[in-house]
């Protein structure tokens, strides 16, 4: 029986036709979004410090094509501050539910003005203001002081006035050199499929890996 779906090709040895890794993720990432109870969308980014030292947290993943999987925070986060220095990042998903997971990994650039403002004005009002209110990742001695300050910002700007995107305040777009799709299997023998490429206009090379 001939295989359909990218999901049903990526992991058939007799497959040898290409394969658009973006376009799997949109598959396995819809499969998410059906059935993986709390934010599919949620991701681990792993980024490092001067001085190698690696930090790793969850973000969202807030935009995605085939130019990269992007992320919004402020710049003057640790890992803005660590992402401007040292522009390499990686990236997991691990959807428990459908028993998968997602890496990737690659040089990251700082999204288009543009891109920052449209997503911006997406947030919720609250959660724009929040964005001026906070300092983030440096110590903070009570969390009243963090509500204060966001009940003094939305005093001070009028109820229809808008909330301008702080200039500190931006994403990064992760631009994979390398991905990995990984699937569960029985006894610990899992499947798992890499792709790589040596530049981001490059084409695709995959290989079957050992679990």
């Known amino acids: 029986m001939t295989a359909n779906t990218l999901s049903e090709r990526i992991f058939d040895d007799a497959d040898t036709g290409e394969i658009d890794p973006f376009s799997l993720f949109e598959e396995w990432y819809g499969d998410a979004r059906q059935r993986e109870p709390n934010d599919p969308h949620a991701m681990a980014v792993a980024t490092v410090d001067a001085a190698g030292m690696p930090d790793v947290r969850m973000v969202l993943l807030n935009a995605r094509d085939h130019r990269g999987f992007v992320f919004f925070t402020n710049f003057e986060s640790r890992k803005g501050e660590e992402l401007r220095a040292n522009p390499r ?15 990737a990994r690659g040089p990251v650039e700082v999204v288009q003005p543009g891109e920052a403002d449209a997503y911006f004005a997406t947030r919720s009002r ?7 209110a906070s300092k983030q990742s440096r110590p903070l001695r009570a969390r009243t002081v963090l509500m ?28 994979p050199l390398e991905i990995e799709f990984w699937q569960d299997g029985e006894f610990r023998l899992h499947d798992r499929v890499r ?6 206009d ?10």
Do not use: C, M, N
Not at 126 to 132: E, F, K, L, T, Y
Not at 152 to 172: C, H, M, N, Q
Not at 202 to 211: I, S
């Open 148 to 175: 204060e300050a966001v009940e003094t910002l939305k005093s001070s700007l009028g109820e229809d006035e808008p909330v301008i995107r702080p200039a500190y305040w931006s994403g990064f777009r992760i631009v």
């Open 195 to 200: 792709f790589t490429r040596t530049g981001h």
């Open 89 to 103: 990042a990686a990236l997991v998903f691990h959807w428990k539910s459908l028993r998968r997971q997602f890496r």
């Open 202 to 211: 490059a084409v695709w090379t995959r290989a079957r890996l050992y679990p």
């Open 126 to 132: 609250v959660s724009q203001i929040g964005a001026h």
